[in-house]
């Protein structure tokens, strides 16, 4: 099975910005709905936002980061990527993308990202 390979993790301070990518060979991604997930330490992955196929690009988030993170795609690279804006320390975690719902075959390795001063 093809995989996702997250990317573009980081450090960075209380209200800082990190774009985050996640790209995969999969043939058929242009037809996923497409998620960001992401697992802090200690606790359960939990899904953070999703993207729908098509022109229409219907994006849904997560309370928790509703206003600050916006996902988008680029079916031409094969990409989705997840722009994250006045990050706070209860962010840090590793962040994956999978699809929607997920597919226990395809999880990547996650990006990490630590937010703290």
Not at 43 to 67: C, F, H, L, M, P
Request: aromatic share 10%; proline share 3%.
């Amino acid at each position: 099975q093809v995989q996702f390979v997250e990317s573009g993790g980081g450090w960075v301070q209380p209200g800082g910005s990190l774009r985050l990518s996640c790209s995969t060979s999969r043939s058929i991604f242009s037809i996923d709905v497409m998620g960001w997930y992401r697992q802090a330490p200690g606790k359960q992955r939990e899904w953070v936002a999703r993207i729908s196929v098509g022109n229409s690009r219907i994006t849904t988030y997560a309370d928790s980061v509703k206003g600050r993170f916006t996902i988008s795609r680029d079916n031409a690279k094969k990409t989705v990527y997840l722009q994250m804006n006045s990050l706070e320390p209860e962010d840090t975690a590793v962040y994956y993308c999978n699809t929607h719902p997920t597919r226990d075959e395809l999880w990547g390795q996650g990006t990490q990202v630590t937010v703290s001063s």
